[in-house]
T-cell receptor, first 108, second 116 residues
Framework: GQNIDQPTEMTATEGAIVQINCTYQTSGFNGLFWYQQHAGEAPTFLSYNVLDGLEEKGRFSSFLSRSKGYSYLLLKELQMKDSASYLCFLYNFNKFYFGSGTKLNVKP | DAEITQSPRHKITETGRQVTLACHQTWNHNNMFWYRQDLGHGLRLIHYSYGVQDTNKGEVSDGYSVSRSNTEDLPLTLESAASSQTSVYFC???????????????FGEGSRLTVL
């Protein structure tokens, strides 16, 4: 397997910044995805990193370091609607390898 | 708009019964996947297909089967449902097999199955 690890649960305050980490152990992969999943709904695409560095999309940014086996999702200006699970997964030759997801609780 | 749909969205069945969950996509994607999602386990791959007549086992395939007779559909069958198969099932699709594509994965809305 790819041994993808994420924290199980995190709590943050509305308006704050939160960083969700994802570590993995693999020799190579095409890219790394972050998806958001609200309770009872399907996961939806947030970001995709192929190269090392930061990808920014509005309030969401994702960072990848292949040499360190590490990625993170940064959420700025947290809103209550950001309460959801965040899934990190690797894409390698048409297969997808998932972590268990991080449940983010945003409190007022 | 292209989409991926699952049916039924909710199903209650009894142990030992055969159950089929349907998945239909209009993206014209070659790749289709079935996952189950349980608390503490994330998404686990059951079966997948890279094209018509192609099917492959995933990490938790025991007790499940799939068939791919056309591009649009990948039905998942539980031959003899067991209580351990109570879960939320997600179908997903992505395009292509070449390594240069992004491989973005599109998910259906999920099917919640309860086996009593």
């Amino acid at each position: 397997g790819q041994n993808i690890d994420q924290p199980t649960e995190m709590t943050a305050t509305e308006g704050a910044i939160v960083q969700i980490n994802c570590t993995y152990q693999t020799s190579g992969f095409n890219g790394l995805f972050w998806y958001q999943q609200h309770a009872g709904e399907a996961p939806t695409f947030l970001s995709y990193n192929v190269l090392d560095g930061l990808e920014e999309k509005g309030r969401f940014s994702s960072f990848l370091s292949r040499s360190k086996g590490y990625s993170y999702l940064l959420l700025k200006e947290l809103q209550m609607k950001d309460s959801a699970s965040y899934l990190c997964f690797l894409y390698n030759f048409n297969k997808f390898y998932f972590g268990s997801g991080t449940k983010l609780n945003v409190k007022p | 708009d292209a989409e991926i749909t699952q049916s039924p969205r909710h199903k209650i069945t009894e142990t030992g019964r055969q159950v089929t969950l349907a998945c239909h996509q209009t993206w014209n994607h070659n790749n289709m996947f079935w996952y189950r999602q349980d608390l503490g386990h994330g998404l686990r791959l059951i079966h997948y297909s890279y094209g018509v007549q192609d099917t492959n086992k995933g990490e938790v395939s025991d007790g499940y089967s799939v068939s791919r007779s056309n591009t649009e559909d990948l039905p998942l069958t539980l031959e003899s449902a067991a209580s351990s198969q109570t879960s939320v099932y997600f179908c997903a699709s992505s395009e292509g097999r070449v390594t240069t594509n992004t491989g973005e994965l599109f998910f259906g809305e999920g099917s919640r199955l309860t086996v009593l």
